[in-house]
């Protein structure tokens, strides 16, 4: 296990370490302390590899996050997990805005709550949020999944494509094109292995509601949705 103090070891470093681990090493671990709220930490990664950040952060962690397993035992500044490819990302307490913007891929839990924009333009990554979000959450979000299990700000899902929105709590109020729908049993079935992915087992999914693009705002075609 490697041990990386942000108080005294440039960030620098610890970023070089992800990037560069060695073929057939057993040394995956990493346990960040320190990190007072430094922005780009465990940005890049492109191996299993698993991080422990005790502490919060700031801008961007774990952005571009390819396979490894981040879990931030504290809060995130804007953007964490941005443009995520595969992987986790865990954050223990609040992310501040757009949380998981653009990402393509794997899971992003936020066990606190999460501010504006959360999910914006998500192109295939699952996002699991505990508590409540902001405003304009998955706006324009073209794939993927946003689980929320308290209550939603004002223009969810505003201009949304083909992401599924589940809310167990209120929303405030629905973004243009995006309407509330039918949780039909594929999608109790969908949400049911996502709640478990994400470690959740006291909460049913029966208990959401589930919202989608009315795909009456665009020129688009489910058949080629990989293509966007």
Do not use: W
């Not at 040394?27 to 430094?38: A, H, L, T």
């Amino acid at each position: 296990m490697s041990v990386f103090d942000l108080s005294i070891t440039p960030l620098r470093e610890l970023n070089s370490a992800l990037h560069n681990i060695s073929a057939g090493t057993n040394d995956m671990n990493f346990e960040v302390i320190n990190p007072r709220g430094s922005h780009s930490v465990a940005v890049g990664i492109d191996a299993p590899v698993t991080v422990n950040v005790h502490g919060s952060v700031g801008y961007y962690c774990a952005g571009m996050n390819d396979g490894g397993t981040v879990t931030v035992h504290g809060s995130a500044g804007p953007g964490v997990a941005e443009n995520m490819m595969s992987g986790i990302v865990v954050i223990e307490g609040d992310a501040s805005q757009y949380a998981g913007a653009t990402g393509r891929g794997g899971l992003l839990v936020i066990k606190g709550n999460a501010a504006s924009r959360c999910g914006i333009s998500m192109k295939g990554i699952d996002i699991v949020v505990h508590g409540n979000i902001g405003h304009m959450s998955a706006f324009m979000g073209q794939s993927g999944s946003l689980v929320v299990l308290g209550n939603a700000g004002d223009a969810l899902g505003d201009s949304l494509y083909e992401a599924k929105l589940f809310v167990r709590g209120t929303v405030k109020s629905l973004g243009a094109d995006c309407i509330e729908k039918e949780m039909r049993p594929e999608h109790i079935e969908h949400l049911a292995k996502l709640l478990e992915k994400a470690g959740i087992t006291d909460v049913k999914p029966e208990e959401f509601k589930r919202y989608g693009s009315a795909r009456k705002l665009y020129t688009f075609n489910i058949d080629n949705a990989d293509a966007y």
